[in-house]
């Protein structure tokens, strides 16, 4: 296996920094537009399988001809959202297999948006499938952590907890603290204005996908080892697009713990028109003004060291038990940010998310998966996936989950 990380940020730092515990590739290549940050890294971890490269992820020509220079067979996008379709577009000109961790980006309705869909996260890869799959390629879309981790936890719970599925609730929070900062995102800010500020979208079988208000809904959940109850509202996220094409589920929800502070950020933000992606002329320079923001804010990947507590990602799951009895549970995965930082030198909340699609590049070289088209991760087996991600290494990824059986409502 040959691969590309596109994407020399927290979360493709903090990929390179895991792959290269493990001898599953036979080489692999950093790259960003900003050739400085990619030597750097390589320069840093000093393993011969490593090459830094330069590349324009906006070019789908650039990317292909990337792929095929250093005979790319399995590309990791790392990159910010709006890059997804000109690397998607880029890989499958060169035959390379695909994975990513957000999909290509949403269009609120025109006219209903907190009702309606428009188009949704992912519509353009999915109406690529079938090309994807005559040419016999994969493109597994979503394997990060949130979306990623989260789609193999309801995929586990499907085959293995549940007889049938009612709810597969997606709950994020974190006690994360960043000393010296009034506002300091742990992620990019510009996928996270992206997700937050869209109309959340939920899923339900009789109903189909519909939208609501940002931020609708908020539920107080209680987050476990130590992290405690967390204030979660909707947001716009991959699983809910995701899970109901491969699980039963009769209703999918995304809520993220952000708390007042933060959603009061966003709403200035927007209030402000802070959050458009549209250039504005500046002194007769075009300048988009979220790119400002992301520019003014500090760089999560910077973070860690001034970064304390933890972050977790999990799904409720509520259904019927493999017993035919009412049951509800939730499944995560807890990092804590002083184990991710002295262990990998990568704080919690990129570490989380880059562990997640080196561990489903390291079962497609086993062969362990295999499949074509363009695929989430609940079209996989979730076990082995799981199991690698919980083993102690050197076998595994010495990273474990955990389920807790919660009341049934």
Not at 391 to 396: D, I, K, S, Y
Request: contains cysteine; negative net charge.
């Amino acid at each position: 296996m040959r691969i590309l990380v596109i994407g020399a940020g927290g979360v493709g730092s903090a990929a390179v920094r895991i792959a290269v515990r493990r001898s599953f590739f036979e080489a692999l290549v950093l790259a960003d537009h900003d050739p400085a940050r990619p030597q750097r890294l390589v320069g840093e971890l000093g393993d011969d399988r490593l090459a830094a490269a330069t590349v324009d992820a906006s070019d789908p020509a650039a990317v292909a001809a990337l792929v095929r220079e250093h005979g790319v067979t399995h590309v990791l996008n790392a990159v910010d959202p709006r890059f997804v379709m000109p690397v998607f577009e880029g890989c499958f000109a060169a035959g390379a297999t695909y994975l990513d961790m957000a999909m290509s980006l949403s269009r609120p309705h025109p006219e209903r948006p907190h009702e309606l869909p428009g188009v949704m996260l992912g519509d353009e890869q999915f109406a690529a499938a079938p090309d994807w799959e005559a040419a016999g390629r994969l493109a597994l879309v979503g394997i990060g952590v949130e979306p990623g981790l989260s789609d193999m936890f309801a995929r586990y719970a499907e085959d293995h907890l549940f007889s049938e599925v009612d709810e597969l609730g997606v709950r994020d929070g974190a006690n994360l603290v960043v000393d010296g900062y009034g506002f300091a995102p742990s992620f990019s800010i510009w996928t996270t204005i992206e997700e937050c500020l869209n109309p959340p979208l939920v899923f339900e079988r009789d109903r189909g996908w519909y939208t609501t208000a940002p931020f609708s809904d908020p539920e107080v959940f209680d987050f476990p080892e130590g992290i405690g109850p967390v204030e979660c509202v909707n947001v716009e996220h991959e699983e809910v697009v995701l899970m109901p094409r491969w699980t039963s589920a009769r209703t999918v929800t995304f809520k993220y713990g952000l708390g007042d502070e933060f959603i009061g950020v966003l709403q200035t933000l927007h209030r402000l028109g802070l959050d458009s992606t549209v250039p504005l002329q500046v002194g007769g320079v075009p300048v988009s003004p979220r790119d400002v923001v992301a520019a003014a804010l500090p760089d999560p990947a910077t973070l860690g060291d001034r970064m304390r507590g933890k972050t977790c990602a999990g799904v409720l799951v509520r259904g019927r038990g493999t017993d035919g009895e009412p049951r509800a549970v939730y499944l995560y995965h807890v990092v804590d940010n002083e184990w991710s930082m002295a262990e990998y030198g990568a704080q919690a909340v990129v570490w989380q998310t880059a562990v997640n699609p080196v561990v489903a590049l390291e079962l497609l070289a086993a062969g362990t998966w295999s499949g074509s088209g363009v695929l989430g991760p609940e079209a996989f087996d979730a076990q082995p996936f799981l199991d690698l991600l919980a083993a102690p290494a050197p076998q595994g990824y010495g990273s474990p989950w955990g389920m807790r059986e919660e009341p049934v409502s």
